[in-house]
């Protein structure tokens, strides 16, 4: 099965950040092969082309499983106990994937739930990164991207995610940050919880 997006100029400006950076559809190609490279995770391009007017599309592989965004609102977080050891599991695998994803230096353009896909296999979940076209890759990682993909990913509201969730997500996220402090990585979850809740 295959993903077709389009991509369009949308102002004056896009024309001369393509001219200095790529376009839309090139960027987005070349951060997947490079997430991919690093073992994570992103749709693979299968082709694509020019349209009139500046457009650009891109055929891509399908991602199997749902928005991570699609999963929390469908496991509530009280219910029975396999529904409950489902959404721990889902919320621990995320922490660790993202915080692998942020540990090799890649910071996601728009990391908000809808962006991340799930997929339950056997007994394991296993995720792929969609929309990936403003990625970058810095190291060391600047904690201002850290904190802007932390805040993006808390996004929702209280009612589906719960300052449990938030925190059992954020343990599994820091064990693979090795290099930040424990200061650092307090901080960060409590300034990303803040500017969700606030953002609202």
Partial sequence: MLYHKEYRRKSPLQILEDLYRGSRATRARHNAEALLLAGIDAPATVGGGKLPGGREYLFTSAAPGEGVDHWL???????????LRQRRQLLCALGTFIGRVHATGFIHGDLRPDNIIA?????????T???????????PTPGRLLLRNLTQL?????AVLSRTDRMRFFSSWRRQMRDLSTIEANVLAREAYQLAMRQL
């Fill in 73 to 83: 609102r469908r496991v509530p977080g009280a219910g029975a106990a396999e529904t």
């Fill in 119 to 127: 997929a339950l296999q056997g007994e394991q979940f296993h995720f």
């Fill in 129 to 139: 990164l969609l929309n990936n076209e403003r990625n970058t890759r810095k190291s």
């Fill in 154 to 158: 808390n996004q929702l509201p209280p």
